[in-house]
């Protein structure tokens, strides 16, 4: 049976009548930009709020406060609940200001609402990236500037030691090598010499990674003559010293890893919280447009 110019076949025998596309968008932006809106300014008020109680939760004092972890942990936490919290709110708002679709299927108008809370919560993240976006980038670099200055502290110390071997980053090390056991055996004048060599040397280890045998060797000759210490004192005043060094280099290693895998961690955790966050402006959304229609429908039909 051929089909009427104003109908179209369904595919199982039936004729459909014929759709009309509409000229209007199916895009409400109105109720995009005032969820997305909503959903930024809870962000900044919660982040805030959460800014005020971490503050309360940190004390100069050793023995009060919390520790690092635990800090750590619950701003962690907050996080993820101001991203649900604000994606939540900012989506419902949304679904309840579109504009109410009629001769729409439910399936596509439950698409039509999930959309819609994804695009005000991406406008939102959006805005907040926008205003926050040093403050995001020095945390999450945080571990890279720390494995930086690490780095470059041998260049530091070679320019601070150069400067004033006195108060340079080495004057600890050096003082300790050169310790008489008789403090009033020399003076501050007779040292400033010797002192600087020796800072040298410690500069260009750690520079090169380890003080060569030969270094090492004039290192516990220098320290017997000033201190009047055995030679086999002197040596193993030395490998103290060195120990010492290697330590505390060690030490602020160990600082930038735990900084980089904080940063790392912090980056992660952040993406996982937005992509929720995404799911459940969609959801709110669909949730919000729906209560709308049927509100809508309600006061028709009444």
């Given at each position: ?29 109105g ?19 959460g ?46 200001l579109?504009?109410r ?5 439910t ?30 980038t ?22 601070s ?8 980053p080495?004057a ?21 010499q ?7 040397i ?34 193993a ?7 010492s060094?290697?330590?505390a ?16 961690t ?14 459940i ?22």
């Open positions: 049976m051929p089909v009427s110019s104003g109908a179209v076949s369904s595919g199982h025998g039936s004729p459909l009548s014929s759709h009309v596309e509409s000229s209007r968008s199916a895009v409400s932006w109720a995009i930009i005032a969820g997305a809106v909503a959903a930024a300014a809870i962000t900044l008020l919660l982040t805030l709020l800014s005020g109680l971490g503050l309360t939760m940190v004390s100069p004092w050793a023995s009060e406060g919390v520790s690092a972890t635990t800090f750590a942990v619950s701003t962690a936490i907050w996080i993820v609940i101001v991203q649900w919290l604000s994606s939540g709110m900012g989506g419902y708002i949304t679904g309840r579109r504009t679709w009629t001769g729409t299927q399936d596509e108008v439950f698409f039509r609402d999930t959309a819609h809370g994804i695009l005000a919560w991406a406008l939102s993240t959006l805005i907040i990236a926008g205003t926050l976006t040093s403050a995001v020095s945390t999450i670099n945080s571990g890279v500037q720390a494995a930086s200055t690490v780095t470059s502290g041998a260049a530091v110390a070679t320019a030691a150069a400067a004033n071997v006195d108060s340079g080495t600890y090390f050096v003082d300790s090598l050169l310790r008489p056991a008789d403090p009033g055996a020399t003076t501050a004048e007779t040292n400033a010797d002192a600087a060599q020796v800072s040298r410690l500069i260009n280890g750690a520079t090169a990674g380890e003080i060569p045998a030969d270094d090492r060797a004039y290192l516990g000759r220098l320290v017997a003559v000033r201190t009047g210490l055995s030679e086999a004192d002197a040596n005043r030395v490998d103290t010293v060195l120990k060094i290697e330590d280099k060690v030490a602020a290693q160990e600082a930038a890893d735990t900084a980089r895998k904080a940063g790392a912090f980056a992660l955790l952040t993406a996982l919280s937005l992509l929720v966050g995404a799911f402006a969609g959801v709110s959304a669909a949730l919000g447009g729906r209560e709308r229609d049927v509100i809508d429908e309600s006061f028709i039909k009444g």
